[in-house]
């Protein structure tokens, strides 16, 4: 079967809410008509996410779990489960989504119209001055800069985890992503802007800072900034090499 839109969802511990996030999910595809497979990437969580998932299979056209082994303790591996889901993805479009809802739902119809305008890859951009507060506004400020400095200039916001791309696009940007840590999203975007795709970039205002956090990383605010500072000299010094010519 052909969809219009897979929606790529990486989970790790997420049983609390994930139950709430497929229901709005499940309701807001019904009213807006859209033809769309749901994949939830999960990394064996030992909550019982992927049994809570299977409660809602009956509410979608296609859900499927997708089972990623144990996470190591420790490792971030967001990364590699969205990898793993957009390669896998049937629709016309590919959009990979937090299971927090942070970014709200109806900018999936912006996402898709910036993909039927013509662009390869459509992504959510917050205002993070507004959106992060304290320490954490101070360290994504200063690590956008280097960021826009060094790899991806004029693109405000590479970390929101709403990112929709065409199908033909995913097969060829996302076999070359080398990077499952915090870096990925950088690295996806350096990939494309390489492989000179337009990139659509879509204002988010109404972005809600999710007091838990992100259940796949776990990480404290510096441990992952310097991660992802490692992860921008990689990226960098790899398309100085001409890493990404496949």
């Known amino acids: 079967m052909s969809y219009q839109l897979s929606i790529v969802i990486p989970t790790y511990n997420e049983v609390q809410r994930i139950g709430a996030t497929l229901q709005s999910l499940?309701?807001?595809?019904?009213?807006?008509k859209i033809?769309?497979?749901v994949m939830v990437l999960d990394a064996d969580s030992p909550d019982g996410t992927a049994s809570e998932v299977a409660k809602y299979t009956n509410k979608f056209k296609s859900l499927r779990v997708v089972s990623m082994g144990p996470k190591p303790e420790g490792k971030?591996?967001?990364g590699l489960q969205v990898k793993k889901g957009m390669l896998g993805a049937k629709g016309k479009y590919v959009l990979f989504m937090d299971a927090d809802?942070?970014?709200?739902?109806?900018?999936?119809?912006?996402?898709i119209a910036e993909l039927n305008s013509g662009k390869q890859v459509a992504i959510c951009v917050?205002?993070?001055?507004?959106?992060h507060k304290g320490l954490r506004r101070l360290i994504s400020g200063f690590g956008n800069t280097l960021v826009q400095t060094l790899l991806l200039p004029g693109i405000a916001d590479t970390q929101c985890g709403f990112k929709a791309?065409?199908?033909e696009a995913v097969q060829v940007i996302f076999p070359l992503q080398t990077i499952d840590s915090w870096g990925f999203d950088m690295e996806i975007l350096a990939i494309a802007r390489?492989?000179?795709?337009?990139?659509g970039l879509i204002d988010v205002p109404d972005w809600k800072d999710v007091k838990e956090g992100s259940k796949i990383s776990g990480s404290s605010p510096i441990k992952a900034s310097l991660q992802t500072f490692g992860d921008?000299?990689?990226?960098?010094?790899q398309l100085l090499r001409g890493k990404y010519k496949s």
Not at 101 to 111: N, S, V
Not at 194 to 199: A, P, Q, T
Not at 232 to 237: G, S, V, Y
């Open 26 to 32: 499940s309701e807001y595809l019904d009213k807006q």
């Open 35 to 37: 033809n769309a497979e």
């Open 76 to 78: 971030f591996v967001k």
């Open 101 to 111: 809802l942070a970014t709200p739902l109806k900018y999936i119809e912006q996402a």
């Open 126 to 131: 917050r205002n993070l001055q507004k959106s």
């Open 165 to 167: 791309f065409t199908n």
């Open 194 to 199: 390489k492989k000179g795709y337009s990139i």
């Open 232 to 237: 921008l000299l990689k990226i960098r010094w």
